[in-house]
């Protein structure tokens, strides 16, 4: 799913089927906070520019 949220860019979030190792000191998107945690069921993304 992708949308415009905040500033100018295309946010996107994709619901993963199964749970992925996540590395907690690899950012997300700017502005994406989570709580420490080594799985993710979904993965949030910022790409510059309008919707596509």
């Known amino acids: 799913m992708e ?3 905040c ?3 295309t946010w996107a ?3 993963l ?3 992925r ?3 907690p ?3 997300d998107a ?3 906070s989570r709580p420490f945690g ?3 069921h979904f993965i949030v993304s910022l790409s510059a520019g309008p919707l596509r």
Do not use: I, W, Y
Request: proline share 12%.
């Open 13 to 15: 979030v994709e619901v």
């Open 30 to 32: 700017p502005g994406v």
């Open 3 to 5: 949308f415009a949220f």
């Open 25 to 27: 000191f690899v950012p």
């Open 38 to 40: 080594l799985r993710r």
């Open 17 to 19: 089927d199964t749970p």
């Open 21 to 23: 190792l996540r590395l």
């Open 7 to 9: 500033g100018d860019g």
